[in-house]
């Protein structure tokens, strides 16, 4: 019987975490100043700012959900795995049926 082999845990390393910081402060700076910068009312300068709010927080959301699930269906499968295991390991099929 082959083993299935355990999922390999990546661990980001800390460059990692500051080039994903750093590119969403430059893609906010960015929004910020072409919003800024428009030529239109402020009206319509603060319901843009507003919708990339809104539009940012959907994705942090977005992102922690699929996250959530994902590691969700991980466990699931490691104790469908487990259980699958222990029946095949208690099965004996040259036991004579009672």
Known sequence: MSETPAPVKQQSTTAYYGQAIASFAVAIAAVAIGVYSLDVSGWIRAFLAISVLYLTTSAFTLAKVIRDRQEADQLVSRVDQARLE?????????????
């Open 86 to 98: 222990k029946i095949l390991a208690e099965h004996d099929p040259f036991k004579p049926v009672a």
